[in-house]
């Protein structure tokens, strides 16, 4: 299986969660990290090559830091620009149908907190649902996300941690992830 790991924070040289992440798969086989903020710093992104990358690919993650209930705007722009009509979905747009797609966020917030009265109220799965249209929009399949909670507060050995916990998540066959 080939996965694509679509990166998405604005500043990994600051970053801790995600560059852990990051480091925990980086050069495994059949991993490719595409780091969106680092290929296209004036936001002009390349739509023939990323329709290219998601078609060379059977897995796509996307990594991102859990902004705003959301995800961190060149990513928004990412499904703006490649996710087409006729390509993606809609008359002829055929090209994500069958594709596995996942989520790899790192979220402030604990676990405890996402839930029906914590302080973030619902369940990050609830937060994700705009994705998840989108990906079942286009025929593809929303696979069960990776979180990390808590993620400012994580020492380094937590993050090496969820940096294993990262590379077991997104190598899992769909059987194991769905059941
Ligand atoms: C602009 C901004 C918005 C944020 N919004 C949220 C949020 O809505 N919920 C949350 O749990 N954490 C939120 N956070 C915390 C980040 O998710 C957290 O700092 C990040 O996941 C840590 O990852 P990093 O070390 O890779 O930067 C926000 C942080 C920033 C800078």
Redesign the pocket.
């Known amino acids: 299986m080939k996965t694509l790991i679509i990166a998405a924070?604005p500043d990994l040289g600051?970053?801790?969660?995600?560059?852990a992440l990051i480091d925990a798969v980086k050069g495994e086989q059949g991993i490719f990290v595409h780091d969106l903020y680092a290929e296209y710093p004036d936001w002009n992104i390349d739509v023939a090559r990323e329709h290219r990358l998601l078609t060379e690919h059977d897995r796509i993650v996307l990594q991102f830091?859990?902004?705003?209930?959301s995800t961190p705007p060149l990513l928004k722009k990412w499904f703006d620009d490649v996710i087409l009509s006729g390509w993606a979905y809609g008359p002829g747009g055929y090209r994500l149908k069958g594709k596995e797609f996942m989520v790899a966020t790192?979220?402030?917030?604990t676990e405890k907190s996402f839930q029906a009265g914590g302080d973030?109220w619902y369940a990050m799965s609830e937060y994700l649902k705009p994705i998840q249209g989108t990906i079942n929009k286009c025929s593809g399949v929303f696979l069960p996300p990776f979180v990390v909670y808590d993620?400012?507060r994580a020492d380094g050995s937590r993050l090496q941690q969820e940096g294993r916990r990262y590379a077991e998540h997104i190598r899992m066959p769909y059987r194991v992830l769905v059941h």
């Open positions: 924070h600051v970053s801790q969660a995600n560059r830091p859990f902004y705003w209930y790192t979220a402030g917030g973030n993620a400012n």
